[in-house]
């Protein structure tokens, strides 16, 4: 999408758990904003996200999800599940697709198994196995696509989705500055930050 802020994110899940990462950078075209955005997000304590695009656009959707989140937990009594994050995330970009939300996320999470889908602005909801966006998604999809495997452990999904964003960095200009990292397990999530070397 060439009307979107330049980005990486890729999402991969592995045996138990899924991996969230993306680079630090915003650039709009050849203007370096920031060189330290956080654009993975913590949803609930099983369900996570990271985008590509606007970041305001990214960090309204994900506080408001989150919130619903939290509400749906209290009438549910009991974890919400990364498909229904999803959907709540779908009918949100619907709903304001005259006015669209300029973001393409990934969310995914454990809840009985790791699940993870991407989300266009429009609220399509796409499941996989591993996945990226952004302006690097082509780069980054050719680490991904030959390497990912089902079932790898999580260090090896960890080393994947870091070399990914990296492969992405070298070579898209609108990528780059540092990685974050989300890892979510049915134990929680473990969170951290790395730089692009």
Do not use: H
Request: some cysteine; aromatic content about 6%.
């Amino acid at each position: 999408m060439s009307y979107m802020p330049g980005a990486t994110a890729v999402g991969i899940t592995f045996d138990g758990g899924i991996v969230l990462a993306s680079e630090k950078r915003i650039a709009f075209g050849n203007f370096l904003v920031s060189k330290s955005t956080k654009k993975t997000f913590s949803i609930t304590d099983k369900v996570g996200a990271t985008c590509a695009g606007l970041v305001a656009d990214m960090q309204i959707l994900t506080l408001q999800i989150s919130a619903l989140a939290k509400i749906r937990k209290m009438d549910l009594k009991r974890d919400v599940p990364p498909n229904t994050v999803a959907k709540m995330m779908s009918n949100m970009m619907y709903e304001r697709r005259f006015y669209p939300l300029l973001t393409q996320v990934i969310v995914g999470g454990v809840v009985d198994k790791p699940i993870m889908y991407t989300l266009d602005p429009l609220g399509s909801v796409l499941p996989d196995d591993y996945a990226a966006v952004g302006t690097g998604a082509e780069m980054a999809l050719g680490v991904l696509d030959p390497q990912f495997k089902p079932n790898m452990s999580r260090d090896e999904a960890v080393d994947l989705a870091k070399r990914a964003v990296r492969s992405a960095a070298l070579r898209d200009s609108a990528s780059g500055d540092g990685l974050d990292v989300l890892v979510i397990t049915k134990d929680g999530t473990e969170e951290f930050t790395e730089n692009i070397k």
